[in-house]
């Protein structure tokens, strides 16, 4: 049975955080189910954020609830886990042109999508066909914001899917 995969166990970074207040635009508020709330990003030409479970997991969609005209146009989700390891799945790019801050991720992601997005207010759906693969790390990569200065805003991030 598909269910919402990211508990309090759930270690969560994000790329950066508006005037770093985490208090008002922290990622804490990715999770909390309040419409009120969201993840502000600073502004960059990539912002990303990564979901370390407890255990391993398999992903069957992603539920993102961008602010319409702060959102990425592109971008890709990751993953990491002993399936993937050695597997054939293409390693994701990695971007030499950006400092060394923001290129701080786990070793062994892979790729598993690229993402499209809209610039809608709306809950966007990524599916992916059950099991992808079995996975302990998860980078959702925000490329080409829609706003100007590259700043990312999301109410809700959703992983749905099934322990392993």
């Excluded at 909390?32 to 990539?46: A, F």
Aim: glycine share 8%.
């Amino acid at each position: 049975m598909t269910h919402s995969l990211v508990c309090p166990e759930t270690v969560s970074r994000v790329s950066s955080v508006l005037n770093r207040n985490t208090r008002q635009f922290g990622k804490k508020h990715l999770f909390d189910q309040n419409e009120e709330t969201c993840w502000n990003s600073d502004q960059g030409p990539s912002q990303w954020v990564i979901l370390e479970f407890p255990q391993r997991i398999r992903v069957s969609q992603l539920q993102i609830q961008f602010q319409g005209g702060f959102s990425s146009r592109r971008g890709h989700l990751e993953g990491t886990g002993r399936a993937l390891e050695g597997g054939g799945l293409e390693r994701a790019p990695q971007p030499h042109n950006l400092p060394l801050s923001l290129l701080q991720v786990p070793r062994g992601m892979r790729l598993l999508a690229r993402l499209w997005t809209s610039t809608l207010r709306t809950t966007t759906h990524f599916s992916f066909p059950v099991p992808v693969a079995e996975v302990d790390r998860l980078k959702v990569t925000f490329e080409d914001a829609a706003d100007f200065f590259g700043r990312i805003v999301i109410y809700h991030l959703r992983v749905l899917g099934e322990r392993a």
